[in-house]
């Protein structure tokens, strides 16, 4: 389907962002001709300069966003289009310009005494810039000179680009072949790979699955490159500003404490043999002699999935979120309603799903919906994100309003398990609460299990570049084979083609990003029981987490909403989850 055959009310409504291109064009033009902000530097030694320059690059900032906003969306919504790859780059070439033009400003206040930072944090004029002077101060030994600051901000651009090209070879120009699917020759697609791969058809999904790895294999080699110089760009960073590793990196970029991330990796290594049993029970449901990758996705009860409109799907949503209050239905409905989701898969449409929002704008959402299961809680994951957006813009100042990632998945994913808990709660059907117990454990082991060996794979994948082991395909592949078979066990095949899995991840480009689903699940299991058992206290608690953008660290704020992620029992929690829903599965006839 081509963009123009969608009805108006399933696309985002773009102009809320600018009216037009020409309206994007002089927006952008008048960016250009704004006043330069180096005309700050040597003037941050008082409290007023500061807050001088922090108001003027704020007010710049804001209207750069809107430009890159709109810019990305459009980009997104035909990756074909080479209007709108141009109007990424140049506003990925005004950012570069606008880091290389403020870089003066971190070198100049860290080279300021710690008692004069320290009068900077307590003073009631910079109150909303707390935060950040504190995360500056303890960075100090980290920061680089003026000079230095200032070539690296200037290689932004470039060291992007590995991550820009994955993008390219993964939208646009993979040769997916085509496939007979439902009577028809159809191109295969991201979208529809993973509908086949749902679907009951045994022999479609082997079909599918050999001929979508056997595209990525055909480019393996460019992919293994590409990579490979992703992780070499998170080595370059780590070594220039003096850390241990890229891990090192990545958790004290975001204020997170190792012992975080050394829970989870424990509690789900100590937990493997759940999984291992898990897919045990899938091949004894379906009664194969081997199970194979491609046999994972499936649900194990038949017949019982949740074939939704879009429409429908939304509705139920609705309801399965009503815990959370009227005020938050009553922005899901708005952002249903005024357009701020892009429903449909389209040609040329980037794959996936996610939810973008800035400061001063409402947040956007785009889908690719098809009638699965999986799409309606997809709907409620996103939304989650966007309203996440949502109340830390209108609750907090610009510079403490976007959130870490760290916390970002889980508003997206409590929606998803307050949604999950209302269907097994309003279903007395056996068949559908089987159904909605083994959804339960895939969201389980797709966002902790899977997400946890990605995370292996990509601390694991770093490490051997920081020894000096170059990456490709064939240490890459059997690192990735090798994690696989730690995870799923014995009772799985693990064939040549889920040994390339690494290659087609879009998250391996955001250094360490996907451990975050991991701990977000976690917290997640642990809030929504809370909203559940305490009613309106712990939505109230809840609803301080979502307002609190970066205030402080995000460790902190999941405290607040009850989720502590420096504990293992909280992780132990979300394994009991686990467990408690695989033996119910098994005790239901």
């Given at each position: 389907?081509e963009?123009n055959e969608?009805q ?12 037009s ?11 250009e001709?704004?006043?330069d902000?180096t ?9 007023e ?5 922090f108001?003027?690059e704020?007010?710049i ?9 709109y810019?990305?969306?459009?980009h997104d ?21 606008l880091d ?5 400003a971190?070198?100049e ?20 810039y ?6 500056l101060k303890?960075?100090?030994k ?5 000079k ?12 992007s680009?590995?991550g820009?090209v994955?993008?390219m070879?993964?939208?646009a120009?993979?040769?997916?072949p085509?496939?007979e ?7 295969l697609?991201?979208?529809l790979?993973?509908?086949i791969?749902s679907?009951?058809d ?6 599918a ?11 393996i080699?460019t992919l293994?490159?590409?990579y490979?110089?992703n ?14 590793s ?13 012992s ?10 100590e937990?493997t043999p759940?999984?291992?049993k898990?897919?045990e029970l899938?091949k004894k449901?379906?009664?194969y002699?081997k ?5 994972i ?5 038949e017949?019982a999935?949740l074939k ?14 009503s815990p959370?209050g009227?005020?938050y ?16 898969e ?12 800035i ?9 690719n ?10 709907i409620?994951h ?18 403490k ?11 997206s994913?409590?929606?998803e398990?307050?949604l999950?808990k209302?269907?097994l ?6 068949k559908?609460?089987k ?12 966002t902790?299990?899977?997400q ?5 794979f990509?601390?694991k994948a ?10 490709n395909k ?12 730690t ?7 693990h064939?040549?083609?889920i ?10 480009y955001?250094n360490f990003y996907?451990?975050?689903y ?6 997640a299991?642990c809030i929504?029981?809370k909203i559940?058992?305490?009613g309106?206290?712990?939505v ?9 953008g970066?205030?402080t660290d995000?460790?902190s704020?999941?405290?607040?909403a ?7 029992e ?8 686990f ?6 599965f098994?005790?239901?006839?």
């Amino acid at each position: 389907m081509e963009r123009n055959e969608v009805q108006e009310q399933y696309k985002w409504k773009i102009q809320d962002v600018f009216e037009s291109d020409e309206k994007w064009e002089a927006a952008f033009a008048a960016l250009e001709q704004r006043e330069d902000l180096t005309k700050f530097r040597g003037k941050l030694g008082t409290a007023e300069g500061l807050l001088a320059y922090f108001k003027a690059e704020e007010e710049i900032t804001v209207k750069a966003l809107r430009v890159y906003l709109y810019a990305f969306m459009k980009h997104d919504e035909d990756v074909r289009q080479t209007k709108y790859n141009s109007y990424v780059s140049r506003v990925m070439s005004f950012l570069t310009k606008l880091d290389a033009e403020t870089s003066f400003a971190v070198p100049e206040l860290t080279a300021l005494p710690d008692e004069v930072l320290e009068g900077y944090i307590k003073d009631p004029k910079l109150k909303d810039y707390d935060y950040v002077l504190r995360r500056l101060k303890a960075r100090k030994k980290h920061i680089l000179s003026d000079k230095e600051e200032k070539i690296l901000a200037q290689t932004g651009e470039a060291m992007s680009a590995a991550g820009d090209v994955f993008t390219m070879l993964n939208n646009a120009e993979i040769d997916l072949p085509e496939i007979e699917y439902e009577g028809e020759k159809v191109k295969l697609s991201h979208g529809l790979f993973s509908l086949i791969m749902s679907g009951k058809d045994r022999e479609k999904r082997k079909e599918a699955y050999h001929l979508y790895y056997g595209a990525y294999r055909k480019i393996i080699n460019t992919l293994a490159t590409t990579y490979y110089a992703n992780v070499k760009t998170d080595i370059f960073y780590k070594t220039v500003r003096g850390y241990d590793s890229c891990l090192q990196m990545a958790l004290f970029e975001e204020d997170v404490d190792r012992s975080v991330y050394d829970n989870l990796i424990k509690a789900v290594n100590e937990h493997t043999p759940l999984m291992h049993k898990y897919i045990e029970l899938r091949k004894k449901v379906f009664g194969y002699d081997k199970l194979y990758m491609y046999d994972i996705h499936p649900a194990l009860v038949e017949d019982a999935e949740l074939k939704l409109t879009y429409e429908e799907a939304y509705e139920l949503v609705l309801k399965g979120l009503s815990p959370l209050g009227e005020e938050y239905i009553g922005l899901l409905k708005k952002g249903r309603d005024e357009r701020w989701i892009d429903v449909c898969e389209t040609e040329g449409k980037r794959s996936g799903a996610y939810s973008i929002g800035i400061f001063g704008n409402h947040p956007f959402v785009l889908l690719n919906y098809q009638q699965t299961t999986h799409d309606v809680f997809t709907i409620a994951h996103e939304m989650g994100h966007s309203l996440h957006s949502y109340f830390s813009n209108k609750n907090q100042p610009f510079v403490k309003a976007d959130y870490k990632i760290f916390v970002a998945e889980v508003a997206s994913t409590v929606n998803e398990v307050l949604l999950l808990k209302y269907l097994l709660k309003t279903t007395e059907d056996k068949k559908l609460r089987k159904y909605l117990l083994n959804y339960f454990m895939d969201m389980i082991r797709t966002t902790l299990f899977r997400q946890t060996q990605f995370a292996e794979f990509e601390e694991k994948a770093h490490a051997m570049a920081e020894r000096g082991e170059p990456l490709n395909k064939d240490n890459l592949s059997a690192l990735y084979q090798k994690l696989n078979e730690t995870y799923y066990g014995n009772a799985i095949v693990h064939d040549e083609d889920i040994a390339i899995e690494w290659a087609r991840i879009p998250h391996f480009y955001r250094n360490f990003y996907v451990y975050k689903y991991a701990t977000g699940i976690t917290a997640a299991i642990c809030i929504a029981n809370k909203i559940m058992k305490e009613g309106k206290t712990a939505v109230d608690n809840y609803f301080k987490f979502l307002s609190g953008g970066c205030s402080t660290d995000p460790v902190s704020l999941l405290k607040i909403a009850g989720a502590d992620l420096t504990k293992e029992e909280t992780f132990l929690a979300a394994m009991d989850e686990f467990e408690n829903a695989l033996n119910e599965f098994e005790k239901i006839s």
